[in-house]
């Protein structure tokens, strides 16, 4: 069974720095990973993307604050966030794909680490 596993989510002030984590239960190095996230009252929206080469993707609403990264060895996924705002509170998740589909389509999701930053 797969399971994604995210942690480091908290309260922070704006213009402060967090790091989320997920563990997988599976190889993150043969598959596409991501971070969504979902404010209250909004639909859930991608954040950022790290395929199996290591290239990267951001939502413009982070680009240049946020950076997505994985250690293959230990089969985990960050998210370091920077300059936080006050609109990027939110519930983040850590998703995964099958393993080499080049789509990215995302089939495998954690329960969601929460993220608040007050201003």
């Known amino acids: 069974q797969v399971q994604l596993v995210e942690s480091g989510g908290g309260s922070v002030q704006a213009g402060g720095s967090l790091r989320v984590s997920c563990a997988a239960s599976i190889s993150t190095s043969s598959r596409c990973m991501a971070w969504f996230r979902q404010a209250p009252g909004k639909e859930r929206e991608w954040v950022a993307t790290?395929?199996?080469?290591?290239?990267?993707s951001y939502a413009d609403s982070v680009k240049g604050r946020f950076t997505i990264s994985k250690d293959n060895a230990e089969n985990s996924l960050y998210l370091q966030m920077n300059s936080l705002k006050p609109e990027d509170t939110a519930m983040y998740y850590c998703?995964?794909?099958?393993?080499?589909?080049?789509?990215?389509?995302?089939?495998?999701w954690g329960q969601g680490t929460q993220v608040t930053v007050s201003s």
């Open positions: 790290i395929r199996r080469d290591g290239s990267t």
């Open positions: 998703a995964a794909a099958r393993p080499y589909d080049s789509r990215c389509n995302y089939n495998y």
